[in-house]
């Protein structure tokens, strides 16, 4: 895992456009350099969402609670290609069909490791069979369970600090699907062919 701090992410402006790039390890030091990144949720017939636990010895936020998998594209790498990489590398899960449903922008600092998460985050969705088979590697995930995004999202605003600081983000976009801007991929509040930004800013623990 602590191999990918020097791998290399894709810097952005607000309205996603790449600028340049940076290592995983630099583009989260503080004051956090933004750049893109994804966050897959993986969706079950029911609805539900599976959540992982993060590992205890991830550099940013280990033990909260986050989405299906989360990652950085290398520069240039499509989105899909680079989340289905993550997915067979975190959960051991086989390639699934994504479908970006939003752009969530935020920006935390850990307050145990002083790590900044300053990012671009495409919300990527996949529907996936309820007996999924998963592999976790323990060094990336503690644990892993089904959610139903509505009761999440309420315990999301009762205890946030159980939960990383991008999953609210995250969860609202899936229960808000993005609409096609009536201006195009130029209108205000709107990423790449319109997909709506959520560009509230975020705090330690809070969503």
Known sequence: MTSREGHLVELVDGAGHALGEDTVAAAHQPPGRLHRAFSVLLV???????????AAVKTRFPLRWANSCCGHPLPGQPLAEAANRRLAEELGVAPVDLTEVGVHLYHAEDPATGRVEFEYDHVLRADVPADLPTRPDPAEVATLRWVDPHELAADLDATPEAYAPWLGGVVRQLLRPARPAAGGAGSSGAGPAGVPVDEAPERSGGR
Request: proline share 9%.
């Open 44 to 54: 079950d017939p029911d609805g539900r969402i599976l959540l992982q636990q993060r």
